[in-house]
């Protein structure tokens, strides 16, 4: 189910699978959409929550205490599940989702709560895991929120950077330029970044969405080749890795019983 969210600014769309941020768009005289719009032949997602893990997993399984669980798909599987509405308000929506844990994909019983909550012109999105188990649960956590590029259909690709808030590009430069060939070999990592959040910024005009990235050690960016409508912006806690133990996964945190991890992601909208 969809839901909406609105305030003078900006009205968001969220839907309750995954409680996925399913779209941003501006008010006013010429209302622009800041979110790819999901074109299944293409990439069906908007802005999906990465969790318990980032990335893929190799082979598709992972191992714990012995035994064998199943990880064919990337980037966890909270995406992928119904989360039901707990608070309803005008300007925000939360969600939990309640995992009992099972024998075949991921063994810890957890909960996870989504907030999706408008802020002037800024959407905060904010995650919190629990751990219900009476083990250590290990977890990744990332944010893969897809932004439309272009803008506007008199742009075109080349006309769009990503700007870092601070120098970050060798060089010395804190701009990358968007070219069709960029993600020719798919998603690009940055990581411990000294900038406190990117933009894809329209150059000529100036105007940007902006993605804060403080406190997550990994930033990708990701599209399809030729880049077809949309670059994502993905603050993520922890990346892959080679081997089968999610515990020596870089960036993984071991939760203990009953520990809460959480996460926010904020997108600025300046159009």
Known sequence: MLYHIKNEFLTATINSVGAELWGIQTLGQDPVSCLWDGKQELWPRRAPVCFPWCGKIEDGWFEAEGCHYKAGQQHGFVRDL??????????????????????????????????????????????????????AMPVQLGFHPGLRC????????QDYCIRFEKPEISGGTDTLDLTPALFDHDSICFTNLRSDWLQLEERKTGRYLRVYTQGFPY?????????????????????????????????????PPGGSFSRVQKIEIAL
């Open 219 to 255: 930033v990708l960016l990701w599209s399809r080749p030729g880049i077809p409508g949309w670059v994502c912006i993905e603050p993520w806690t922890g990346y892959t890795g080679p081997g089968h133990m999610l515990s020596e996964r870089p960036g993984t945190v071991l939760l």
């Open 82 to 135: 119904e989360h039901i509405l707990v608070e309803k308000k005008a300007e925000r929506l939360r969600f939990r989702l309640e995992w009992d844990g099972d024998e075949v994909c991921w063994p810890w019983p957890f909960s996870f709560e989504t907030s999706h909550t408008l802020e002037g012109r800024t959407l905060r999105t904010a995650c919190t895991a629990v751990n219900l188990s009476s083990r």
């Open 150 to 157: 272009p803008f506007s259909p008199e742009y075109g690709i």
